[in-house]
């Protein structure tokens, strides 16, 4: 039987309907909660014709500043906090294991394999220098061998590499051995606007945000028998520690960069993995109970 003539308590209900056929039950679960979501909301907001189809450019626009150097989607999902509400509900906090954080729109694959040691920075790089170093480790504290270390930062002037002309920077890969170390040169992270020249700048404006992240250096570690681990190491002391523009600080992850004999920056932090399969998920909550008011 067919059904017409839509109404704003039938829509929803036909939309869900047309789901049923989908194979895949994952994928059916995830379509029929969006539909019921963005219904909702539609229904909440009652946006006029024209806030809808702005809506629909921004997203337009969104897709249209990402490509091989920047991902403005990833952008968007960090400064809303869904990139960190997804890495919460899906990484958890395991025991001791160093916690992570969002990935960030300008990781980039392929970054060089240095040795050990090595400094990750050009030659007239703007920042100071600042010295990496610790341990790849397991719950146990045992170090963990062949760990592929990717780390990535902005310069000292707030800007990563893939917002200059000058090819890869401050972006490297390393290898632990069987002691588990890692040792590195880079520089000394600052705090940073995220990027304001596109949509996402245009959205924290007209919401009344600043764009600033505290300074951190991001780290992804890989390891054969345990999780992949995507963090930061902030910089004890930031102004916007508190209010930073992704939500992604976590005290355990803020560090001392000091100065040491020689002048040079330092900063010594031991990262701890989960075993595969391992990972400590928070339970979904339950929702409490609504009272329905009778009608008299």
Same mark, same amino acid.
């Given at each position: 039987?067919?059904?017409?003539n839509?109404?704003?308590?039938?829509?929803?209900?036909?939309?869900?309907?047309?789901?049923?056929?989908?194979?895949?039950?994952?994928?059916?679960?995830?379509?029929?909660?969006?539909?019921?979501?963005?219904?909702?909301?539609?229904?909440?907001?009652? %946006?006029?014709?024209?806030?809808?189809?702005?809506?629909?450019?921004?997203?337009?626009d969104?897709?249209?500043?990402?490509d091989d150097?920047r991902?403005?989607?990833?952008? /968007?999902?960090?400064?809303?906090?869904?990139?960190?509400?997804?890495?919460?509900?899906?990484?958890?906090k395991?025991?001791?294991a160093?916690?992570s954080?969002v990935?960030?729109?300008f990781?980039?694959?392929?970054?060089?394999?240095?040795?050990m040691?090595?400094?990750?920075?050009?030659?007239?790089t703007?920042g100071?220098?600042?010295?990496?170093?610790?341990?790849?480790?397991d719950?146990?504290?045992? %170090?963990?061998a062949?760990?592929?270390?990717?780390?990535?930062?902005g310069?000292?002037?707030?800007?990563?590499?893939?917002q200059?002309?000058?090819? /890869?920077?401050?972006r490297?890969?390393?290898?632990?051995?069987?002691?588990?170390?890692?040792?590195?040169?880079?520089?000394? %992270?600052?705090?940073y606007?995220?990027?304001?020249?596109?949509?996402?700048?245009? /959205?924290?404006?007209?919401?009344g945000?600043?764009? /600033?992240?505290?300074?951190?250096?991001?780290?992804?570690?890989?390891?054969?028998?345990?999780?992949?681990?995507?963090?930061?190491?902030?910089?004890?002391?930031?102004?916007?520690?508190?209010?930073?523009?992704?939500?992604?600080?976590?005290?355990?992850l803020?560090?001392?960069?000091?100065?040491?004999?020689?002048?040079?920056?330092?900063?010594?932090?031991?990262?701890?993995?989960?075993?595969?399969?391992?990972?400590?998920?928070?339970?979904k909550?339950?929702?409490?109970?609504?009272?329905?008011?009778?009608?008299?």
């Amino acid at each position: 039987m067919a059904i017409r003539n839509f109404n704003e308590d039938t829509l929803t209900a036909a939309v869900l309907k047309r789901l049923d056929t989908t194979p895949d039950p994952r994928l059916k679960a995830i379509m029929r909660s969006m539909v019921k979501h963005l219904h909702a909301f539609v229904r909440e907001v009652r %946006p006029t014709p024209d806030e809808w189809l702005a809506g629909i450019q921004f997203l337009a626009d969104t897709g249209h500043w990402c490509d091989d150097k920047r991902q403005e989607f990833i952008l /968007m999902s960090d400064t809303l906090g869904v990139s960190m509400l997804v890495d919460y509900l899906n990484y958890g906090k395991t025991k001791d294991a160093t916690e992570s954080t969002v990935l960030g729109p300008f990781y980039v694959e392929g970054a060089p394999e240095l040795p050990m040691g090595a400094d990750t920075a050009k030659p007239g790089t703007p920042g100071e220098p600042c010295v990496a170093q610790g341990k790849i480790r397991d719950l146990n504290g045992r %170090p963990i061998a062949d760990a592929t270390i990717d780390i990535w930062e902005g310069a000292g002037d707030g800007l990563y590499d893939v917002q200059k002309p000058d090819g /890869m920077n401050l972006r490297a890969r390393f290898r632990t051995g069987a002691d588990g170390k890692y040792r590195f040169t880079c520089i000394r %992270p600052v705090s940073y606007p995220v990027p304001t020249d596109g949509p996402v700048g245009k /959205m924290l404006t007209a919401t009344g945000r600043h764009p /600033m992240r505290p300074g951190h250096l991001h780290f992804m570690i890989q390891a054969p028998g345990y999780e992949k681990l995507v963090t930061h190491l902030f910089v004890r002391g930031d102004p916007y520690m508190d209010s930073d523009a992704v939500f992604g600080v976590k005290d355990s992850l803020i560090c001392d960069f000091k100065k040491n004999g020689s002048g040079r920056y330092e900063v010594s932090f031991d990262f701890m993995l989960v075993p595969e399969g391992q990972l400590t998920r928070p339970a979904k909550q339950a929702r409490p109970a609504r009272t329905v008011k009778r009608r008299k």
